[in-house]
Every structure is written in structure tokens, then in C-alpha cells.
């Protein structure tokens, strides 16, 4: 090779490195390759929507670019250079969210294979962009086919211990979207707060809805704060949080707890407990506020003896409660719960040692393996179906039942092997209310789950054939709230957490890196700076990082 070749090979070479290293896109595309130079967005740049279907995508990326850069772009039907242009090709893949995306010197395209795939491709577009303020937006030129690799990507929040407004559950909404992620597992009901209005039985959220009091401190609590707390969401704010979610490709699954965390539908109507006469019980250290006698909103944390009677007026009032919750839900599922069920009260209940010898069961487990058997017929008659809680697995699964499996990856194995459908979400990796680091910052559940071991986590188990790899639909990350009682808080425990499942949950598995992972983290930090998003920054500690070098 003479001199001259060699020197323009160098050129070439350098020039591919300096258009890579601004290609930072999380999570890692699927097939993706860069150019030399960039292209600007600027208020005269154009917004070519071609069919309606990408319309969706065009409104949510002209609202992000007038919240975050201040301006916004004319859109138009017609082709024309210093354009993006947003289209739908159906023959393009069978794959939900698929997409192209082309950046070149005169414009950007992103064709979906659906109406997902074009929000994704806009999602990588968002990822291209400047991590500060400008009127002029240079990004890199690049080539992405992209696809994810599981179709359940999904995000939980409780809202029972601690409860969101709807203006953040919106924005948590957009967290999980804008990470290509596409489920929302809304727990509504607790122990702590019933949080979703059903006409049908007002006092759940008039009364359900709130407690007295709420512990200081890690359980059992160092006294009691004697503040009355709650709150709910009425039908009107949840049709307006689906219709929110829709806008951004994501599916809300509402969960409604039985047989157990009752205590506050049992405060609300006591005749659904097991011994309606009996006040409810808290642990012997817990400071309590108000009154201490009647079934009362639990003020601590932990699991309770007193669940749900599984008596006709029990089931009764659990199909009206559902009737109501899938007339607002277009989602396939509805989540029951089915975890932390004690049996102690089932045990000492002549009523439930009756039910047991009447419908020839083998004890209490098998009884409540009866009632949620029971509720999955009444919901799969109303075209649903059911997630529930490992647990579900004791006695007998349900015949169209989906796990979720939460004590490690045990449940999940076990029903797949059984040919039902799995959302893996163990505690050992995807529990963000464990801490980020051995020396806690602020109180937590406890626990220990630092980014890299997020990161490392590889949700289709090894000792599944690979027949029953099918079985397992994703996987989600959980964030219970003891002891999340803001937004603050919230983002500091996902973040940037939340960051690394996306890429476990939509890259292939071959393309997983930590080392890769690391620097193009660094820049969506920056982009979370720029969003005005809290995170935890305990990563970047040396300390920590040596403590995490190990899965």
C-alpha cells in the first residue's frame, strides 16, 4: 500500500471513530453503523409525517423538542430536504417495534414496521440529539435496524404504601417509553390505600383510601408521623392516564390484590374479612395513630393476618370491583396479586375448614388456589387475562394464569416448564427498592442490587430447554414504596437502574457489554441532567465499583 493510500485510510478510519464516539445510544441497537458527518435540526427544519399511523410519534417528538430545546418543527405531507420524515412499512418485520433509522446530510428517516416501531425510532432520534440547550441540533449520521428482543418490557409502581399524583405517574410514563420499554404495572390497592375509585363501593377510597398515621423510620418504626395520608385516582384521571400511556405505546396493567394486603378494602367494609369482628392487628413495636379498635388502613409495613374471606359476598364484590376496573383498562391483563396470603385466619375459620371438606381440597392452599381459579374464570369470561404472584403456583396453577415471578427465578422455571406464559421480575436483580449501595444513603427496604448486577441480569434461565425459552414474555423491574415518599426519591431509586434493564430487556444478548455500557451511560446521564431527572451517581464511586465488579 503506497504512502498516500495509507494516510487516507488513517483519515477514513478517524474520522468513522470521531462520528462512533457521539453515537451513544441506549439501549444498543440491534445492526448499526456511522458515517462522517452531521446533519442540523432547527425550526426550519420540516416534520414529514406519511401516513397517519406515525402522527403519534410526530406529536410526541414536536412536544419533546418544544420542552426541552424550545422550539418545535412545521410538519407536512410532502418530501422535501432538511426534513425528518416518519413512515410505516408493515412488510418491513413481524416484530412489535421494529424499525429503520437513517440519518444523512440532507435529513433523517424512520420508518416502523408499526406505529411502535416509528416512537422507538423517534426514541433513538431523542438519544442523538445535544445533551445541553441549542437552536441548532448537529447529530451524527447513522444507519440502525433495530428490533427488541423480548415483547414484555415493563416498569412497577406501587402507589399503596406511598401515593403519585397523576402529573408524575404521566411522567413516569414517559421514563418507561422513552427507555423502549412498553409496560406499566400499576399496583392500586394495599394494605396501606385503596387508590382507584369504584362506584360501586365508595368507601374503599373514602375510607380505604387513607390511613391515620404512618410509621418514622425503618419497620417497626421509631413512632408515628399521626398525619392522616392517601389519596386516589378517580375513573376520570385513569382514562386520562390510559389514554396518556396509549400515546406512548405503553400498556397499563392495573393490579388489584387478593386474598391478601386487604386491609384497607377490609377497612372499608369489614364483612370481607375472614372475622369481621375482630379489630385489626399491628406488630406489638408500632406506634399507632387514631383509633385502635374496628378494621383500620395498616399504618406500618409487613404482611397481615387478615385477608380476604373467599365467601360468596366476597367474590361478588370482587367481580363488581372488577367489572369496573376492565371497562377502564383496554390492557389484556388483569394483575391479581396472589402473594403474602397468610393462611392463620383461613386456618382457625370454620366457615374456611367447611369450604375446604366441600369442595374436596387438601388444605389452604389449595383453597386459595380455588379462588384465584374462581376470579380467572369471572375475568377470562370479560375477554382478560390474569397475571399473578409466584405464589399462585401453591395448590395448583390457574389454567390461563401468567406468573410473575418474584422469589427469584424458582416460579418462573416451574411454569414455564408447565407451559405457561412467565414475566421474570426476582428480587435478586430488579428490586429497585433495594439499595444501590452497601452503605445506605437514605433508609430502603434493604437489600443490595448495584447497577452492574442490573446490567448482568439475563432473564431467560439456564435450566430452561430451549422450547420453554418462548415461555418467558420479559421481565420488569419492581419499585416498592415503604420507604419512597417522593418523586426525589423515586428517580434516585430507578435511576440510572432503569437505564441498564432497557438494554437487557430490548438488546440482543450477544451485544451486552458492561464496558461498552459504561461511557455511553455517562452521556445519558448528562441527558438526564439536561430532563432535570434525579439519579444516583453511587456507580461513578470507586468504592462502589469494586464492590460491583462481581455479579
Not at 422 to 437: A, E, K, R
Not at 476 to 499: C, G, H, S
Amino acid at each position: 500500500m503506497n504512502m498516500k493510500k495509507a494516510i487516507g485510510m488513517l483519515l477514513l478510519m478517524g474520522s468513522f471513530i470521531v462520528a462512533k464516539a457521539q453515537v451513544e445510544i441506549i439501549p444498543m441497537p440491534a445492526e448499526m453503523t456511522t458515517q462522517q458527518g452531521t446533519f442540523v435540526i432547527n425550526s426550519k427544519t420540516k416534520l414529514i409525517v406519511k401516513d397517519a399511523q406515525a402522527q403519534t410519534s410526530a406529536t410526541f417528538l414536536n412536544e419533546f423538542l418544544r420542552d426541552i430545546y424550545g422550539f418545535q418543527l412545521a410538519t407536512s405531507k410532502v418530501a422535501t430536504p432538511n426534513a425528518i420524515s416518519l413512515s410505516v412499512n408493515k412488510g418491513m418485520s413481524n416484530t412489535l417495534g421494529a424499525y429503520k433509522f437513517g440519518s444523512s446530510k440532507t435529513g433523517v428517516e424512520i420508518t416502523g414496521a408499526n406505529p411502535e416501531g416509528v416512537f422507538y425510532g423517534v426514541q433513538t432520534l431523542i438519544q442523538l440529539l445535544p445533551v445541553e440547550k441549542a437552536s441548532a441540533l448537529s447529530i451524527p449520521l447513522v444507519q440502525v435496524k433495530d428490533e427488541p428482543r423480548f415483547g414484555y418490557r415493563g416498569m412497577h409502581l406501587d402507589v399503596g404504601r406511598h401515593f403519585f399524583p397523576v402529573s408524575y405517574i404521566k411522567k413516569y410514563i414517559d421514563y418507561i417509553a422513552m427507555h423502549k420499554m412498553n409496560y406499566f404495572h400499576w399496583h392500586l390497592t394495599e394494605d396501606q390505600g385503596w387508590r382507584i375509585e369504584i362506584k360501586k363501593y365508595p368507601k374503599l377510597t373514602s375510607v380505604g383510601g387513607y390511613r391515620n398515621g404512618t410509621i418514622i423510620g425503618r419497620f417497626p418504626g421509631t413512632g408515628n408521623d399521626n398525619q392522616k395520608y392517601g389519596g386516589f385516582y378517580t375513573q376520570e384521571e385513569v382514562k386520562e392516564v390510559v389514554r396518556y400511556a396509549q400515546t406512548r405505546y405503553v400498556t397499563i396493567i392495573p393490579e388489584i390484590e387478593m386474598p391478601g394486603h386487604a386491609s384497607a378494602a377490609i377497612a372499608a367494609y369489614p364483612e370481607l374479612s375472614t372475622f369481621p369482628e375482630e379489630s385489626t392487628k399491628f406488630p406489638p413495636k408500632t406506634v399507632w395513630a387514631g383509633p385502635t379498635t374496628g378494621k383500620q388502613v395498616q399504618q406500618t409495613w409487613g404482611v397481615f393476618e387478615d385477608v380476604f374471606s373467599p365467601s360468596e359476598k366476597t367474590f361478588k364484590f370482587l367481580e363488581d370491583v372488577i367489572d369496573e376496573v376492565v371497562a377502564l383498562f383496554p390492557a389484556p391483563y388483569i394483575h391479581i396479586g396472589g402473594d403474602e396470603s397468610p393462611k392463620e385466619n383461613w386456618k382457625r375459620s370454620a366457615f374456611c375448614q367447611q369450604l375446604i371438606k366441600e369442595k374436596g381440597l387438601k388444605d389452604e392452599h389449595e383453597l386459595q388456589s380455588y379462588f384465584i381459579q374462581r376470579m380467572e374464570k369471572y375475568i377470562n369470561a370479560k375477554g382478560k387475562k390474569i397475571i399473578g404472584w409466584d405464589e399462585i403456583l401453591e395448590g395448583g396453577l390457574a389454567p390461563n394464569a401468567t406468573v410473575m415471578s418474584w422469589r427469584g427465578e424458582k416460579g418462573g422455571i416451574e411454569a414455564a416448564k408447565q407451559k405457561h406464559d412467565v414475566i421474570m421480575t426476582p428480587t435478586t436483580y430488579v428490586y429497585f427498592d433495594y439499595s444501590q449501595t452497601k452503605k445506605e444513603d437514605s433508609v430502603t427496604i434493604g437489600g443490595y442490587i448495584p447497577l452492574k448486577k442490573v446490567y448482568n441480569y439475563e432473564p431467560i434461565p439456564g435450566e430452561l430447554a430451549a422450547d420453554e425459552h418462548k415461555y418467558v414474555l420479559g421481565a420488569q423491574a419492581n419499585l416498592w414504596t415503604e420507604y419512597v415518599k417522593n418523586a426525589k426519591k423515586l428517580e434516585y431509586m430507578i435511576f440510572p437502574r432503569m437505564t441498564a434493564l432497557s438494554e437487557v430487556l430490548w438488546s440482543k444478548k450477544e451485544h451486552k457489554d458492561w464496558d461498552n455500557f459504561q461511557p455511553r451511560l455517562k452521556r445519558q446521564l448528562k441527558r438526564y441532567d439536561l430532563w432535570k431527572i434525579n439519579y444516583s451517581t453511587e456507580e461513578w464511586n470507586p468504592k462502589t465499583e469494586e464492590a460491583s465488579s462481581t455479579k
